[in-house]
């Protein structure tokens, strides 16, 4: 089965299904995937888009993303570094009916998005030390690092369970998010098969089933950003793949990326990754 760009599945370990790393992360177009996900800000700052949401997010911050939300990075600072975890569900076992809302039956990642320090005090202390602690024992991997990458899984989960109220979503709100999906698949599909060629907002419009009026204002209320900054980072995106993985000319990774010329290619590149095509590749090389 084809891979959907904007839909991640990936093959973790089925015993011990848990991947951590640290990145500059430069962007990150929007996607999701089943795993759970949090980004802590080591140094720098970018902006992470959550469910159409946007947080700037700086040195410390810790942003958590629950299974299937709409999530991407952007604006990432020069020297920004973060640390990724991602993990499955799997991991909690028979565990896993606690950690959901007794009321809502929600799980309890969805609880809060962003952790900082100037808002979350006490609870972004302990939560901020269990990723590092993660950190350290998935580096080191000395005997026992699973258990213990366990053990502060299990004990975040319960400081989001005992100390951060619950949202409260209704059968309708669900309803309405699953629907949500379902148009954004239609879109992400439509953009993924054809951004190398001319798209007009009439054509994503239709792709959704939607007049162009309520599509312009669906996508930036679901997304966070217009529709044409998003399909500006996708091509970015696919230009990023090519500068990095093949000799290409840089005008032809322009034309082949989608867009009109190489001029307004140079500038959108910059934009959305701080850096020009030919610096991106010199750095990709060393």
């Known amino acids: 089965m084809e891979q ?17 790393w640290e990145t500059s992360m430069r962007g ?5 995937h089943e795993l759970l996900e949090i980004a802590y800000v080591r140094k720098g700052g970018l902006v992470i888009s959550v469910e159409g949401l946007e947080y700037e997010a700086t040195q410390g911050d810790l942003v958590i993303i629950n299974s299937g939300s709409v999530h991407g990075y952007s604006r990432s600072g020069a020297n920004t570094s973060i640390v990724l975890v991602q993990f499955g569900l799997e991991l909690f076992d028979q565990s896993l009916i606690d950690l ?14 962003i952790v900082t320090t100037e808002e979350d005090g006490e609870i972004h202390s302990l939560l901020e030390g269990l ?8 580096s ?14 299990y004990d975040l989960a319960l400081i989001l369970l005992r100390r951060v109220p619950a949202r409260q979503f209704s059968p309708a709100e669900l309803n309405k998010r699953r629907h ?21 907002l009439a054509e994503a419009a239709a792709s959704a089933n939607l007049s162009k009026f309520y599509f312009t204002r669906f996508f930036k ?3 966070g950003q217009n529709f044409h900054t998003y399909l500006a980072r996708v091509r970015v995106s696919h ?3 090519l500068l990095a993985g093949s000799d290409v000319s840089i005008t032809e990774i322009a034309y082949t990326s989608g867009f009109a010329s190489l001029k307004t290619f140079n500038r959108l590149f910059r934009t959305y990754t701080g850096t020009s095509p030919t610096q991106y590749r010199r750095g990709s090389e060393s």
């Open 4 to 20: 959907k760009p904007w839909y991640q599945k990936e093959k973790l370990d089925p015993v011990f299904p848990f991947r951590l």
């Open 239 to 241: 230009a990023e793949e």
């Open 131 to 138: 990723v590092l602690d993660m950190r350290r024992e998935f």
């Open 140 to 153: 080191d991997k000395t005997e026992g690092y699973r258990l213990a990458i366990k053990a502060c899984l």
């Open 28 to 32: 990150f177009k929007l996607h999701w």
């Open 100 to 113: 959901r809302d007794r009321m809502f039956q929600r799980l309890v990642f969805e609880r809060k998005t």
């Open 221 to 223: 209320e679901q997304t």
């Open 180 to 200: 949500r999906n379902e148009i954004l698949e239609r879109i992400f599909s439509f953009v993924h098969s054809r951004f190398s060629q001319p798209i007009t």
